[in-house]
Nanobody, 119 residues
Framework: QVQLVESGGGLVQAGGSLRLSCAAS????????MGWYRRSPGKQRELVAE??????KYGNSVKGRFTISRDNAKNTLYLQMNSLKPEDTAVYYC??????????????WGQGTQVTVSS
């Protein structure tokens, strides 16, 4: 079992910045990917940024503005968000995929943290 707790969300004006954190605990091993997704009312869940064995991926709408990073010693994942826009308003979720490629895959999600960007 993996537990994920996000923090750092809030209200910010357009053009501002926020840094989200995701603290992980539990059985953290055989991690295939870890990253951030977001969802706003009326929209599908979308990838924001993700580490995987294949590399680092960013959603097209956040490229050049957001940066994903991690501190393995602290079991913490971060998302630095700069030049925020109103369309970035959403609930942001931390995600971990654990397992063995081609054998098993388990998905873990945090509770989400609200990010609201005012114009």
């Amino acid at each position: 079992q993996v537990q994920l707790v996000e923090s750092g969300g809030g209200l910010v004006q357009a053009g501002g910045s926020l840094r989200l954190s995701c603290a992980a605990s539990g059985r953290i091993f055989s991690v295939q990917s870890m990253g951030w997704y977001r969802r706003s009312p009326g929209k599908q869940r979308e990838l924001v940024a993700e580490f995987s064995r294949d590399g680092t991926k960013y959603g097209n709408s956040v490229k050049g503005r957001f940066t994903i990073s991690r501190d393995n010693a602290k079991n913490t994942l971060y998302l630095q968000m700069n030049s925020l826009k109103p369309e970035d308003t959403a609930v942001y979720y931390c995600h971990v995929e654990r397992g063995t490629v081609g054998v098993v895959s388990d998905d873990y999600w945090g509770q989400g943290t609200q990010v609201t960007v005012s114009s």
